[in-house]
């Protein structure tokens, strides 16, 4: 009796570790494009075309973010779920649509798939689409997908073609009367997203559709304070041409000149020529100069001195740009300071 339990057993274990096997291959075999070795699993054991993987994965999504149309055709043939998520809350529908694969896409939505389905974090897969190819964002669009669709931090589908340049995405978008002021959650807009990357067509087509261009995100920063920090002159000077308040402060009293006075000199030079006050303080009493000089920046302290920035502005702890500079080891900085007129 025992040694039959024992039997009994063991073809269980044997049995549960070969179906292990089996799943773990037609996931594999999905990701890979092997046809027929999912043709062959699934016939097998049919209830595996919808099972999760250890990591939480479907053969489904695995498939369709590599772009096998066949094995996708076969899989929701063979009974696997079109709206079925993963662990991350992803449909096939969202992996085919980041992975730009158009027919994929036309496939599942053809057999049901739910074109607003949200990830985990509130993604739809316009969210995907929106980074990459403008022809799958238009399938979605024309089947439905919400132009305006935010995720759980508040970014739009603009935000994300925005962010990453998609100029012929955000034309289509636009023609699709996405709003162009809309808040995520950190307060920021498109147009601040497309300025920080130093999109510049990006920036242009927002602004000729209403885009507000002095709007603060939670810090208080403008695009200007964006794109000055990321050193994208060109974006700068559209910025200023269209009306962008040179002088604008964030919350903590940075200017966009702070801001670029990082490492930017060319920026620099840019605002400095259209106004910008070069001895503007933030909260803290730090001037554009004091910024320069804390990180060793000597093109830029060169750039602002030859504008007539006070070498010897203190802020509110009575420190001058040279002790800052000196602070940080920074002895050409603080030489060039001495040379002119600088103090301790």
Aim: net charge positive.
């Amino acid at each position: 009796m025992a040694d039959s339990k024992k039997l009994i057993g063991g073809l269980i274990g044997l049995s549960g570790r070969l179906r292990y096997g089996w799943s773990r291959n037609i996931h594999i075999a999905a990701k890979k494009g092997n046809l027929n070795k999912v043709k062959f699993i699934s016939a097998k054991e049919p209830e595996l075309v919808d099972a999760k993987n250890s990591t939480g994965e479907l053969a489904l999504c695995l498939a369709a973010g590599e772009g096998h149309t066949e094995i996708v055709e076969l899989l929701v043939a063979r009974g696997a779920g079109v709206k079925a998520k993963d662990y991350d809350g992803e449909t096939a529908l969202h992996k085919a649509a980041n992975g730009g694969h158009v027919e994929v896409v036309e496939l599942l939505l053809a057999r049901g798939a739910d074109v607003n389905a949200r990830s985990n974090k509130g993604h739809t897969a316009l969210h995907r689409a929106a980074g990459g190819r403008k022809e799958v964002v238009e399938v979605l669009l024309v089947n439905g997908a919400d132009v305006n669709a935010k995720s759980k931090k508040g970014h739009t589908v603009l935000d994300r073609a925005a962010a990453r340049g998609r100029k012929e995405v955000v034309a289509l978008l636009l023609a699709y009367g996405v709003e162009v002021n809309t808040k995520a959650g950190d307060g920021g807009r498109p147009l601040h997203a497309a300025a920080s990357g130093g999109h510049k067509e990006v920036v242009e087509a927002l602004l000729s559709r209403g885009a507000e261009i002095n709007a603060k995100n939670n810090n208080g920063e403008t695009a200007l304070h964006r794109a000055a920090n990321n050193g994208h002159v060109e974006v700068v000077r559209l910025l200023l041409s269209k009306g962008a308040d040179v002088n604008a402060k964030s919350y903590k009293g940075h200017t966009p000149l702070h801001r670029s006075a990082r490492g930017h000199r060319k920026v620099v030079e840019v605002l400095l020529t259209s106004g910008a006050e070069v001895d503007a303080k933030s909260n803290k009493g730090h001037t554009s100069l004091w910024s320069a000089a804390i990180r060793g920046q000597k093109a830029v302290v060169e750039a602002l001195i030859s504008r007539g920035a006070d070498v010897n502005a203190k802020d509110k702890w009575s420190r001058t740009p040279m002790s800052a500079a000196a602070g940080e080891g920074h002895k050409e900085v603080v030489k060039l300071l001495w040379e002119h007129g600088g103090v301790r």
